[in-house]
C-alpha cells in the first residue's frame, strides 16, 4: 500500500510540474502556489517512500537496502551544486597559490 501511495503522489507531483512550466498567463501568486504544492508533493512521497522502506525492513529483518537507495537518491540533486561549489573553491586556492609565485 505504502508503494502504491509514494508512486501516486509522485504521478501528482509530476503533474503539479508540468502545469508549473507550461507557459500561461497566470499571476505570481498562483505560481507561488503551484510550486509550493510540487515541494510538499515531493517531500510527502519521499517521506511515505522511505517510512514504508524503513518499515519493510524492519519487518524482513535485515533488508535495509530500499532504504539505503532513497536516501542516496534523496542527496543526489545537491551532488551538481557541491560539485559547482567545489570548483569554486579550487578556483579560489588557484588564484592565492599563483598570487603566492608571482
Given at each position: 500500500?505504502?508503494?502504491?501511495?509514494?508512486?501516486v503522489l509522485?504521478a501528482?507531483?509530476?503533474?503539479?510540474?508540468?502545469?508549473?512550466?507550461?507557459?500561461?498567463?497566470?499571476?505570481?501568486?498562483?505560481?507561488?502556489?503551484?510550486?509550493?504544492?510540487?515541494?510538499?508533493?515531493?517531500?510527502?512521497?519521499?517521506?511515505?517512500a522511505?517510512?514504508?522502506?524503513?518499515?519493510r525492513?524492519?519487518?524482513?529483518?535485515?533488508?535495509?537496502r530500499?532504504?539505503?537507495?532513497?536516501?542516496?537518491?534523496?542527496?543526489?540533486?545537491?551532488?551538481?551544486?557541491?560539485?559547482?561549489?567545489?570548483s569554486?573553491?579550487?578556483?579560489?586556492?588557484?588564484?592565492?597559490?599563483?598570487?603566492?609565485?608571482?
Amino acid at each position: 500500500m505504502g508503494k502504491v501511495l509514494a508512486f501516486v503522489l509522485a504521478a501528482a507531483d509530476l503533474v503539479v510540474f508540468a502545469v508549473l512550466i507550461l507557459p500561461r498567463q497566470h499571476d505570481v501568486l498562483a505560481d507561488a502556489g503551484l510550486a509550493s504544492m510540487f515541494v510538499l508533493l515531493a517531500l510527502l512521497a519521499w517521506v511515505v517512500a522511505i517510512c514504508t522502506a524503513i518499515l519493510r525492513a524492519m519487518r524482513l529483518r535485515g533488508s535495509w537496502r530500499w532504504v539505503f537507495v532513497l536516501v542516496a537518491f534523496l542527496w543526489l540533486p545537491a551532488l551538481p551544486v557541491l560539485l559547482f561549489g567545489a570548483s569554486g573553491a579550487l578556483a579560489i586556492g588557484g588564484h592565492s597559490r599563483g598570487a603566492a609565485h608571482a
